[in-house]
Every structure is written in C-alpha cells, then in structure tokens.
T-cell receptor
Framework: KAGVTQTPRYLIKTRGQQVTLSCSPI?????VSWYQQTPGQGLQFLFE???????NKGNFPGRFSGRQFSNSRSEMNVSTLELGDSALYLC??????????????FGPGTRLTVL | SQQGEEDPQALSIQEGENATMNCSYK?????LQWYRQNSGRGLVHLIL?????REKHSGRLRVTLDTSKKSSSLLITASRAADTASYFC?????????????FGGGTRLMVKP
C-alpha cells in the first residue's frame, strides 16, 4: 500500500495570507490527524478527523481549521498567516483511531515558511 | 503542550555501542509509542507498548514501560550510523476519544562511524 502523502511538500507564504495543506491517508484508514512541529514548541497536536467529523482538537486558535472528505482525504487551512506559523505540518493516518493498539502512520510533512 | 520530557536531549555514541533514551510523561495512558525522525522529515513508527505491558522487543529495539513511575526507555543495541536521527516518545492518554498523541521533546542521537 502507498503511504501517507502530503502536498505540497514546501510552501512559502507572506503574513496575512491563507494556506491549504492536503493529506491523503493510507488506503482504508479512516482517521487523519494533524500535528505542527516547530523548534520551540516541538510536536503539537492540531486536530483529528474520523469519518468526516472532527473528533479531537488541540489548543490552537480558530485560524487553524480542517476538514475530511468522504474518501478520508483531509485538508487543513490556516488563515491570516503569522510568522509563528512557520513550521513542519505533519499528517498521520490510522485504521480506526482510538483503539489502544492503533498505530499512527505519518506522512513526510509540508514545510511552511511565512515571510 | 508536551506530555513530558525526554532524556537526554542529545546523545553521541560510537557505532556498535548501545543507546538508551528515557521518556517521562504526566497522565495515565492507553499506550506509549516511539518514533524516529530523520532531519526534519516525517516520523517513522518504531514500536508501540500498551499500558499493561512492561517490555517489548523489535529487532535491535527494546522498550520498557513503568506506569507507576510514568516513564519509558528505548534501548537501541549495536547502533549503526544509519540510526542517527531524533527519537520521540508519544503517549495516547487514557480515555482519549480517538487519536491525540502527546509528544516528548525528543532525543537527538548521533552515531559516529
């Protein structure tokens, strides 16, 4: 099976713009989670989608949003970009989500730079 | 916010030596997972240990879990230069409805040839 794919891999935006990142999970996986990785804050959970519904949400402002489509593909959107949003955004998928032995498989990430 | 700390933050060893990394966490968990990350790339899943397990092996990896101390360790035996990477522990908190991993700060491992 193909792994988790994320597009684009690299992105440069300016402050105030908005951005949409895409994630295609492993075939058959229904749970998609998003994480932000920065040198200062490390890896932080953004949100999780399961069957097109947001099931968990991390402690991020409302500028960060996401959605999941019926084929389990997910997008996340960041509006009104700030310099501090520069980060590696990682997407992870798992088969069911929430089971005690459900492994999350990560994609290669999208490197977002805000100028 | 991060669940806990990893220790050490950085580790440099010679090829063939063993590497031990420790992770502490704060809340009760369903499971704890270890991941590897090469130079700003995606995370590679290494091993998952359930809260009712105390030790698990996978190839050259050995993971222990002590829920009474809220701590885990990852041992890499007979290290290779290709093991150079950052290693993260991640916990899935008890009663989480769904997936919501909380990561430690990571240990940067350098294995010198």
């Amino acid at each position: 099976k193909a792994g988790v794919t994320q597009t684009p891999r690299y992105l440069i935006k300016t402050r105030g713009q908005q951005v949409t990142l895409s994630c295609s999970p492993i075939s058959g996986h229904r749970s998609v989670s998003w994480y932000q990785q920065t040198p200062g804050q490390g890896l932080q959970f953004l949100f999780e989608y399961f069957s097109e519904t947001q099931r968990n949400k991390g402690n991020f402002p409302g500028r960060f949003s996401g959605r999941q489509f019926s084929n389990s593909r997910s997008e996340m959107n960041v509006s009104t970009l700030e310099l501090g949003d520069s980060a590696l955004y990682l997407c992870a998928s798992s088969l069911l989500g929430g089971a005690a032995v459900d492994t999350q498989y990560f994609g290669p990430g999208t490197r977002l730079t805000v100028l | 916010s991060q669940q806990g700390e990893e220790d050490p933050q950085a580790l440099s060893i010679q090829e063939g030596e063993n590497a031990t990394m420790n992770c502490s966490y704060k809340t009760s968990i369903n499971n704890l997972q270890w991941y590897r990350q090469n130079s700003g790339r995606g995370l590679v899943h290494l091993i998952l240990i359930r809260s009712n397990e105390r030790e698990k092996h996978s190839g050259r990896l050995r993971v222990t879990l002590d829920t009474s101390k809220k701590s885990s360790s990852l041992l890499i035996t007979a290290s290779r230069a290709a093991d150079t990477a950052s290693y993260f522990c991640a916990t899935d908190a008890l009663n989480n409805a769904g997936n919501m991993l909380t990561f430690g700060g990571g240990t940067r491992l350098m294995v010198k040839p």
